[in-house]
């Protein structure tokens, strides 16, 4: 087709227009309001102070009775987040068929209450609530994951099923299909894909999460950390920073791996 024969543009609203302005509008009372000190960062005390302060982490520590500590603690964190996420799969897949309408639009609206109170708590508020009924250790943030992420899954699985083409389902159930059987064998198939890849991006988040639950005593990483920094033993913390950062990048190319490998 020529440039002649195509169609004119559609006319652009003022809505538009409208919300671009009101975006700039808050990004620039937000740097006004906000007292950034910009110039600190560059004095001469403050460069001298951060140099001393990441020159305590070297060298790393690398004893074998604290590599092995430190080994289990990244273990401990990989199964906080792999069980968490693997609970908030359960309940997410159990609440994303009502809050996607499958039966009814007033239980659709209730648990899309539910999984928003689910999703609007951070995982660390859930961690210290969970602390004082579960006490100390990696249960309580292996549920407080399961918790955040059930909110965060529920509401996505949830628009992928509403948002499936239905027209397979339909003709099983035209010719006698049970509802369940035609739900299984046509809707979700279509939709299990992107389940897998918001399931496999929710794991990587939970790995990072985990290491920061322990801060607060869920157990992994995260309390090795804490326990280090908090008695000034910079050495072993980079052991611990550094067992951080290999686990989330294994995770990630793990990851990625996967979603190659579905795709195909």
């Known amino acids: 087709m020529t440039v002649q024969g195509m169609p004119p543009p559609p006319p652009r609203g003022w809505t538009g227009w409208l919300m671009a302005l009101l975006l700039a509008a808050l990004v620039v009372a937000s740097f006004i309001t906000l007292d950034l000190k910009w110039a600190e960062f560059a004095t001469p005390g403050a460069l001298r102070s951060m140099a001393e302060f990441l020159g305590g982490f070297a060298p790393p520590e690398l004893g074998t009775p604290f590599l092995l500590k430190t080994a289990t603690g990244a273990l401990e964190t990989l ?52 602390l004082i009924a579960a006490g100390l250790g990696p249960f309580a943030g292996t549920l407080a994951l399961a918790a955040h992420t059930a909110g965060v899954l529920g509401r996505l699985f949830a628009d992928a099923l509403e948002n499936a083409p239905l027209h397979a389902e339909h003709s099983l159930r035209t010719n006698g299909t049970p509802v369940l059987a035609a739900f299984l064998y046509a809707t979700l198939p279509q939709t299990l894909p992107q389940m897998l890849s918001y399931t496999l991006y929710r794991w990587e988040n939970n790995i990072r999460a985990a290491a920061v639950l322990g801060v607060v005593g869920a157990g992994g990483l995260g309390q090795m950390l804490k326990y280090h920094l908090s008695l000034f033993q910079m050495q072993p913390a980079a052991t611990v920073i550094l067992a951080m950062l290999a686990l989330v990048a294994l995770v990630d190319a793990a990851s990625a791996a996967t979603r190659r490998w579905l795709t195909k």
């Open 79 to 130: 199964a906080m987040s792999a069980v968490g996420t693997l609970l908030a799969v359960a309940a997410g897949l159990v609440l994303a068929i009502p809050g996607a309408g499958r039966l009814g639009m007033p239980l659709r609206g209730a648990v899309r209450v539910v999984l928003n109170v689910l999703r609007s708590i951070p995982e660390l508020v859930w961690a210290y609530m969970l």
